[in-house]
């Protein structure tokens, strides 16, 4: 099976499904084996699950432009019965996916053979009850909304509501709100557009519901601001409740400070309390009773500052990385370049560059941390920042609610790493 | 599907491996940001990142389209700012082709913009007069509404550091050393005595790189701008840029660059029209609009309106026919360009023109 560069990963609520998708329009879902007794070491590790192609590419004719069929976020709902449900988004439009599993099946029809073909009644001299005998695991994946024509820009996020049954899903200008079940309208509930496009000066560029708070959100734009809206405040949450802005450092200036600025993803942490930003040189955690800064700046690769020129010749300098908060709120974590990604311990203040590669990732194989070096002492295996493939790009990572299990997509790989043993990350 | 069986922990998939990409750091590092070279660098680049955007696959981005936007204009105020661009210079008909190399061409720079330009193209320029940022010109919006990589393109193709080749062998040719000045891409025009001085928002969505009118099937979808010929063996007196505001700049021709304003009310109602939800049919109009409208362009226009104004036409009309005959083919695609030269279809908005092309 064709493999397509990966373009989004999301864990469910329990951890124990693992979605990926891709730029072929597929989501792969995984599931993590039930720890078996009889070998304690392998705990559960991830298998697939179910593969189902989500969206196709489409033309709109109108406009002469195709749509593209990548995946760009999915979002689990939370499980409320025995099957799985799942939102997945291309640019345009939302479907919702429910992944059920069937393990038995019904034999001993009256008027059918086992093959479905119908008997001969005249062969028929008994009545028997049909009875649910064992069969293979089947994985059944069905349509069942699509959530189209909401969106004339591109979507970004998608956003499930604590409520469970809403959500939201933004685009470069604007947000709206759908109810789970109705497909046929939604909720405009940010427009940032202004009456003349030339007054544009930035867009959304994610956006996320609150965890506990159903009318409380949060999106980022690109100008590296944050709004947090409250719906109950008015129907169209324009009048931000909360602007989180961080002053621009005037002595960083350059050309590309805008592009840098611009956040690409937002996270709330679990508690509810913080949000996590990541731009393109640093993550940041925000309180979200503080506006005027946020309390926390981590530099993920501060070396390429005097590259920007380059990189925005090359296009990284628009590339967007995710970042991520574990279970407990303590680390955060995002990509880098050169299938790096990396990881801010909160308390201890201690980060740590790992790397994503096939030969780190055996079984078992403990990751190095890696360094980057930018002049001075060089150690052994560190890298130069000029060596560094700006090709391999880590944009997407997740980690699960509750271990220290990571999911790395590195372009085309998915790298799932376990934490054993009591790191001192925690 | 069945579950399959089990996977090594780690990794799953692999599809090979994809070319190392490493900092392409030589041709940018050598520039500062500050230096006028910087700057009419990352122009360059910018031109042509819109331009690409136009054919990228799922339509234009909007949020990538305003950051380079903004990248643009912060290089245009040091531009702006740069007291002597009367050093850059219009191209040498004769000069040889610059090689590809960004580097070397980052290199060259100082051959070819240390030369003045040639007095008679001083003189062609308009007085310098302020102009707003965005004037409540008709085109302006307009053009923001529309197509942004129109007015770019051209300008775009041959900045992609050596990816267009066609193209941008064909302004080389042409441009000789000013080519060379804009980092191997063979930039738009320098016709640096414009962009200091003139004023953006007047001038028309011009921002074709300069070129022979040979070569202007390289440069596609330039409405109304023709690669301007080397300043010696162009009358002076036509300045490259639609004077909108000005219409007296004109020397030699009217403001056939411009869209007139009378066209923009073709537009405008359509572009400004309320979204309203459902409604297919409308909606997907309204969409339509909409997805035009990606506001940078009109920035764009103005920042870039005046200097890379290369667009000329100031040539006269049997020389511009014959370039419009060489470039039938292209120009089936490209009506754009054909819109300069028919009168008729001067008036329309470029911007449309390129939007029903496309």
Redesign the interface.
Known sequence: MFADIISTVEFNHTGELLATGDKGGRVVIFQREPESKNAPHSQGEYDVYSTFQSHEPEFDYLKSLEIEEKINKIKWLPQQNAAHSLLSTNDKTIKLWKITERDKRPEGYNLKDEEGKLKDLSTVTSLQVPVLKPMDLMVEVSPRRVFANGHTYHINSISVNSDCETYMSADDLRINLWHLAITDRSFNIVDIKPANMEDLTEVITASEFHPHHCNLFVYSSSKGSLRLCDMRAAALCDKHSKLFEEPEDPSNRSFFSEIISSVSDVKFSHSGRYMLTRDYLTVKVWDLNMEARPIETYQVHDYLRSKLCSLYENDCIFDKFECAWNGSDSVIMTGAYNNFFRMFDRNTKRDVTLEASRESSKPRAVLKPRRVCVGGKRRRDDISVDSLDFTKKILHTAWHPAENIIAIAATNNLYIFQDKVNSDMH | ???????????????GS????????T???R?S?GTWA??HR?VS?SLG?IYNSRVQ???I????N??VS??LR??RQVYLSDPCPGLYLAGHPGAPAPPQQPEESAAGPPAGWGEPPPPAGRAAWPEPEPQPE?PAVPE??RA??SEPAATVTAAGDTLQ?GEAEAPEAAWRRVEGPRETAVGGAGGPAEVSGVFPEGPEAARGPCGCPPGDEDNLSAAPRVDGCRAPRPAAAEPPASPPVCARKRGAGWVGGGPADCPAPGSTPLKKPRR?SE?Q??G?AA??????E??????????LISIFGSSFSGLLRKSPGGGREEAEGEESGPEAAEPGQICCDKPVLRDINPWSTAIVA?
């Not at chain 2, 909606?283 to 339509?288: D, H, P, S, W, Y």
């Open positions: 599907a069945r579950r399959q069986s089990r996977f090594s922990s780690g990794v799953f998939t692999d599809r994809t070319p190392r990409g490493e900092l392409v750091g041709s940018c590092s520039l940001f910087g700057a990352i680049i990142k696959r799922g339509g981005k909007l949020h990538k305003l950051l903004l990248v912060s290089a965005r302006v919006p923001g509404d550091g400004n979204e939800p459902g297919a909606a997907a109009e309204e969409e339509q909409e997805e035009m409208e990606t506001g940078n362009v009109a920035n496309f």
